[in-house]
């Protein structure tokens, strides 16, 4: 097979096809490619919003910046949109029209997508079609690329098709610094598909583009739509291990602490932001001895971002901290992060509270945290440590783990006790 057999058609040489359409996938992915001319091409789960997609025929990004308290609507009309539950033919079809492919899931989501490349695989090999399929992630947890090439690759049946993976498929892991938060009933009475987006800034720079890594199999994507970088799974992990995990921290923390309910409330609590920063410091020096990176980027990654203190529009503790399971997993912004500290001989102390605050977390709209706290009642925090961080009694690091979070979940249970008393 040569690369570059087959030209794509006209019409799909400006196309991208975007597994996932939530906040991320409509509200900032697909913002950037459509601005640069791209026709958009919505891959979904859900039959119901695929429907209302279509039908409508566009729909609203609402963009608010913070700095200068300034909102702009932008619509966006060019796309399809098919569910792969019940238009999963045309969906494999369209992956095999269209060379490029952005991934905007939920770790929950990624068996499915799997499956759906995995099939586009087998068809453009049965189909003769030798060009280059290149794959993005723009995805809020890590190692996604070596999590996807080994996924398909158990999915894949012939060794022509293992090849094409192989020799043809490229992926790229992305950046995603825009921000999304819930729709008020407001937004959405103006427009139910509305997305409401945060305006985000990368060295005093609006991001109107992904900061994208640079191993595309064939020639890259001449867009604006993508800015490319160097090393980005460690900086996928800078942002996820450091960044979502402080923005989760101190939310969870005025939570614990004063039944905030808002983002703007928890960041009232200083003790919380406290916290945050200290855990922050503990997770960017192990993830810069992990990946080498300069002082210059560190050092602006160490800083704890200031709180959208904006009332208007504001973003709900329940969004933030959704679903504890996942928050808390191996690989995710509190366990991951405290793991690869203890690798490099940082001692995670302050990650470990934040991690026994998630323990703590007992919203009751959040069906995971109520999950949680039913395993901790019938079975102990110790199991419940054990089994969602998902560790391995056999290593000692893990086990590290579990008694600082552990120590870290008793003390912050008798802290809250004092001020309770205190307060009295």
Known sequence: MTKGDNALSQ?????????????????????????????????????????KMNEQGFYTIYMENRRDNTVKRRRISDYEAYSYKTERDQC???????????????????????????????????????????????????YPSRLFREGIDNLLDTEAQKLYLRDFVGFQEGLTYRGGTDPTPEMLAEDPLMVAAGVAYLNGEVIDFIPMGDTFVGDRPDTKALRFIDKAEGRVILKVWCGNMAHCYYNVAGYFFDGALYAHEAAKNE???????????????????????????????RQLSKPNLNTSSPDRVARIANDPIRKLARNDRFTGIGLLCLEKNILPYYIARGAALMFLYDMPEDANAVTIQNYIAEHGIIAAIDRFCELDTAKRDDMIWRQL???NYLELIEI?????IDKS
């Open 11 to 51: 019409a799909d040489q400006r196309a991208i096809v975007l597994i996932g359409a939530g906040k991320i996938g409509m509200g900032y992915v697909a913002d950037v490619f459509d601005n640069d001319g791209y026709h958009l091409v919505f891959i979904n789960r859900s039959p119901e919003k695929v429907i």
């Open 92 to 142: 494999v079809k369209r992956l095999t029209e269209i060379d490029l492919v952005c991934v905007q899931i939920y770790p929950n989501g990624a068996g499915d997508a799997m499956e759906l490349l995995a099939d586009a695989i087998k068809l453009r090999v049965e189909k003769g079609i030798n060009r280059a399929f290149n794959i993005m992630f723009c995805v809020n947890f890590v």
């Open 271 to 301: 003790y919380g932001r406290f916290l945050t920063q200290q855990a922050l410091y503990e997770a960017v020096d192990a993830v810069g001895a992990a990946y080498g990176f300069d002082d210059n980027l560190l050092r602006e990654s």
């Open 405 to 407: 979070v552990y120590k």
């Open 416 to 420: 809250k006790k004092q001020r309770f």
